[in-house]
Every structure is written in C-alpha cells, then in structure tokens.
C-alpha cells in the first residue's frame, strides 16, 4: 500500500501549543491531531503546511524546525506524518473542519485522545517542552 504523506503544524503561542479535534465528517471522528494535512504531488511540505493552515484555520504561520516523522497504518491507510513546530504569524482562527480546537499546555498535553500516529510526536513534545515551546516562545517576545 502506498504510504501517504501528511504534515502537521505544532503552533506555538504564549506557551502553548494547538490541537485540532476531528470532526465527525472527517475520518477518525473525534480525534485530536496538529492541523495539517496531505501533501500534493511536487508540493513542497512547508508550503503545503502554510496552506492547509490557511484552508482549515484561516491563519498565517511562519513553519520552522521539523521533528521525527512517525510512521503508522491504521486499517485502511498508511501515513508518514512530518510534524513540524510553527508559530502564529497572522489573522484570526476560524475552523473551517475542525469541531473544536485548544491551547494545550504540557500539564494537559496528554490528556486528549490523540490520533495514533500523533502519539509518538506528542512524546517528543512532552520530553522535550522546554527546548521546543518555551524556545520557541522566547522567539515570539524577541
Ligand atoms: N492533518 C493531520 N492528519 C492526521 C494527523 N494524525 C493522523 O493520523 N492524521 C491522518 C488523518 C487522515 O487520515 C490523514 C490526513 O488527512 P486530512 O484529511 O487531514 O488531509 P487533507 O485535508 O489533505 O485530506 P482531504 O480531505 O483533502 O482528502 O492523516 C495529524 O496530526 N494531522
């Protein structure tokens, strides 16, 4: 089975960093991920990433460094999903897709019911909260 390309952005702001839940049209209903989503033929993931924000939040980001792609199928599809950190440049949320969304804080970055493929970026970003969100923080004020 081909293996589909997904990005993620984990936008970070004050802090805190974005989860989306899936809404009940979309597949995995119910399920919190990092907004993003498939990469098209000779698109260029950044690029790709700055415009699925755009579509589904209606926001700019500014796409930075990229953590560990995870690798997962589930029954009907394989993904590689290549998060990357990004942070709020501009303009308003409004979902477009999404049922809701929150600004999660490390404390409570676990307690969401994560799409499976995320779990594993969800750990990096637990283990490594202070080096990649308050860094990227530090940036935001400076
Ligand atoms: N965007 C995104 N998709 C994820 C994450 N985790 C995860 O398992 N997925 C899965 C859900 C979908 O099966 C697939 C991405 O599809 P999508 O529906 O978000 O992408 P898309 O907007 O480009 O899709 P489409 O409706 O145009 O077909 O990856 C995640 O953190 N972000």
């Not at 984990?10 to 597949?27: C, F, N, P, T, Y």
């Not at 399920?31 to 700055?50: I, Y």
């Amino acid at each position: 089975m081909k293996t589909i390309p997904v990005t993620c952005a984990l936008i970070i702001h004050e802090g805190k960093v974005l989860a989306a839940q899936r809404s009940e049209s979309m597949d995995l209903p119910g399920k919190w991920e990092f907004p993003g989503g498939k990469v098209e033929e000779h698109e260029d993931p950044k690029e790709c990433l700055r415009r699925e924000i755009r579509e589904e939040l209606g926001i700019e980001i500014i796409v930075g460094e990229a953590l560990m792609p995870s690798l997962f199928s589930y029954p009907s599809r394989t993904i590689r999903l290549l998060p990357f950190i990004a942070r709020w440049k501009s303009g308003e949320i409004r979902m477009s897709e999404h049922s809701q969304v929150l600004w999660l804080e490390r404390n409570s970055l676990l307690s969401v019911d994560w799409a499976e493929a995320d779990i594993p970026i969800v750990q990096e970003l637990h283990e490594n909260w202070v080096k990649l969100v308050v860094s990227t923080n530090a940036e935001e004020h400076g």
